[in-house]
């Protein structure tokens, strides 16, 4: 069945599709039976509008999506608000979505596309598990924005953008940082599933790898799965299990500013000194790591300027300015007062 439009309920009702659009903006221009009759039309039909209505008399209507997994990362509040700066600045409308964990992010922009009217969507974190054939089903242009790809394995086979880090050479940046340290008990903190948490997982495996040295298995944590993963709760909670297990570690290496300050305070509470009986490092980059005490060793993602590359590259890309494109960005390996020699 095809999908009913503006049309066809104007055409039903006998009525232009301007009278459609008043009765929908609840315009008093116009005769209450009429609203009514086309009221009444639009319910039997279940017609949806466009954009709250508005713009359905405004098919010109200039509006860009950005879907977040992760809303609670201090990391993406400061990139929206770049974002929603750069929209503003050149007459776009932002529309804000909180995508949950067990959301399909592709099936949300779908329907977003459809009720907006969207010229185009950023994605910030989540997934990037999407069949070629479903991204196709997005009409307008969309770009990843600091999510983990594998950049060689994906983004041949479609035409669309992504920035991001290189999460397994920085994650492996900062494993090396402590191997050269001394450290060899090095507590990795991260999710079982997912493509953030796995990509810095290889790259805590390959500088181990690149010493000839063997990863200690039990000393790889994964966060709980029934909470929010990159929690500072979730890095409490993590690294109390593993200080009550007394396994031995001299440094604790969490893929999550948020998850290293909350495995701070769990090496605290077990009444060890940071950085002088464990160090503790993290990655992001976040502000409250470097106001922390003791300030948190990290990898520092440069998040201004992939927020101001991302939104300026998929307004150049609406407007047929650029082509999609592919940017690595490098991040910065920032020692701090919670790590130091074994």
């Known amino acids: 069945m095809a999908e009913i439009t503006i049309k066809d309920i104007a055409k039903q009702c006998g009525v232009g599709i301007s009278t459609v659009s008043r009765a929908l903006n609840n315009h008093p221009d116009i005769n209450p039976a009429t609203r009514k009759k086309i009221l009444e039309v639009i319910e039997e ?53 909180h995508v949950e964990e067990q959301e399909d992010e592709i099936d949300v922009a779908l329907e977003l596309e459809k009720e907006k009217r969207l010229r185009g969507i950023v994605f910030l974190g989540g997934l990037f598990e999407h069949p070629e054939e479903k991204l196709r089903k997005l009409k307008v242009p969309f770009i990843f924005s600091t999510i983990g790809v594998n950049i060689s394995d994906q983004f041949h086979k479609v035409e669309f953008s992504n920035i991001a880090v290189d999460d397994r050479l920085e994650s492996a940046k900062i494993t090396e940082y402590l191997l050269g340290l001394g450290h060899r008990k090095i507590a990795l903190i991260t999710e079982k599933n997912g493509p953030i948490g796995g990509l810095r997982m290889e790259g805590y495996r390959q500088a181990f790898a690149q010493r000839g040295l063997p990863v200690e298995e039990d000393l790889i944590c994964y966060v709980q799965e029934d909470m929010d993963h990159y929690s500072m709760e979730n890095g409490y909670l993590t690294v109390k299990t593993l200080l009550e297990s007394e396994r031995e570690v001299t440094a604790i290496y969490a893929v999550s500013d948020l998850l290293a300050i909350g495995a701070c305070r769990a090496v605290l509470e077990a009444g060890k000194r940071i950085p002088e009986d464990i160090s503790v490092a993290g990655y992001d980059g976040i502000e409250m790591g470097e106001y922390y005490n003791p300030k948190l060793t990290t990898i520092k993602q440069p998040v201004e300027e992939i927020a101001k590359k991302t939104i300026r590259l998929l307004l150049d890309v609406i407007a047929e300015r650029e082509e999609p494109q592919q940017i690595v960005f490098p991040a910065e390996l920032v020692v701090r007062e919670s790590t130091g020699p074994c």
Request: net charge positive; glycine share 4%.
């Open 45 to 97: 039909t279940g017609f949806i509008p466009n954009n709250s209505a508005r713009n359905l008399k405004r098919t010109d209507a200039k509006c860009i999506a950005v879907l977040v997994k992760g809303i609670t990362n201090p990391l993406f509040s400061s990139m929206i608000k770049i974002i929603e700066e750069e929209t503003q600045r050149s007459r776009y409308a932002l529309v804000l979505r």
